[in-house]
């Protein structure tokens, strides 16, 4: 008896659409997509449950509001630590979006001799490391005899988050359409009317991203911070330093899980608002 061998049959289209879609699906960018979004979001994930916990170590012991009760209610030092950081980083980074936004609208527009030397003068606070620019901050007020506190940290985050804000509305600048400029002088619109209602309305987006990511800076910022505070002057990333030698307290946890509380109501409050004056 002869065996009959018959051709194998095409596979169907609708098989090839299904190994192409589950290629796609375990493909090796994904793959290293969702590796490195869990170890960026790992930590927030353990710092957040243990908030929670009620044993003061790493051992899990049961769930408890323990700790956001002594936030509120028994840590005076801390929400004084806090407040300190919150007058600076948001005075800081409104100087340094006012004197940001109008040194880059200035070499934007306007030609002079040294202009090229202001741009690299510029991003020198950004590219030197941070324990360069607390010593010589440091030197430069004992050199004019002022005195150490909040005024010297203000000075000291003004300067070092000039050239973030700078980069972000030079950057939205590079994108300006200068026929508009052309039209608002063509309507009879002054310098300054041109400035107030066509200028800056148009670099609004990167306006606000640098203030943004001054506040952000300013508020973490610990290296400049230690170099020019004084008595009083404590910031938050001074008083969690502080805290290490005898151990931190799960009370840093619970005031982390309300700042990244807080700044996701923020991103999602200024969305909308972004993207408002981005479409005008």
């Not at 200035?106 to 991003?123: C, D, E, L, M, S």
């Amino acid at each position: 008896m002869k065996s009959v061998f018959l051709p194998k049959k095409p596979a169907s289209a609708a098989a090839r659409h299904a190994r192409m879609a589950y290629r796609k699906r375990f493909s090796f960018s994904k793959l290293m997509f969702v590796a490195t979004t869990a170890f960026l979001f790992m930590p927030l994930f353990v710092l957040i449950l243990y908030s929670f916990n009620e044993s003061k170590g790493m051992a899990w012991t049961r769930f408890s509001f323990v700790w956001y009760e002594k936030l509120f209610f028994n840590s005076k030092d801390l929400w004084h630590a806090f407040r300190n950081s919150a007058i600076v980083a948001f005075s800081s980074a409104a100087s340094a979006t006012v004197i940001g936004t109008l040194g880059a609208i200035g070499v934007n527009w306007y030609k002079f001799k040294f202009k090229p030397y202001v741009q690299a003068i510029t991003f020198l606070p950004m590219i030197l490391p941070e324990i360069i620019i607390g010593v010589s901050l440091l030197i430069f007020f004992a050199g004019v005899k002022m005195r150490l506190g909040l005024g010297t940290i203000f000075i000291a985050h003004t300067t070092f988050n000039l050239p973030f804000v700078y980069l972000m509305v030079m950057a939205r600048l590079d994108e300006f359409d200068y026929s508009i400029i052309e039209a608002a002088q063509d309507l009879g619109a002054s310098e300054r009317q041109t400035l107030m209602r066509v200028i800056l309305p148009a670099c609004m987006p990167g306006i606000v991203s640098g203030f943004l990511t001054a506040v952000t800076l300013s508020l973490e910022d610990f290296v400049i911070t230690f170099f020019v505070s004084g008595p009083g002057s404590t910031t938050l990333p001074l008083y969690v330093y502080s805290m290490i030698r005898f151990g931190v307290s799960p009370v840093i946890n619970s005031l982390s899980v309300v700042m990244i509380l807080g700044t996701v109501v923020l991103t999602f409050s200024l969305r909308n608002f972004l993207k408002y004056i981005a479409a005008k």
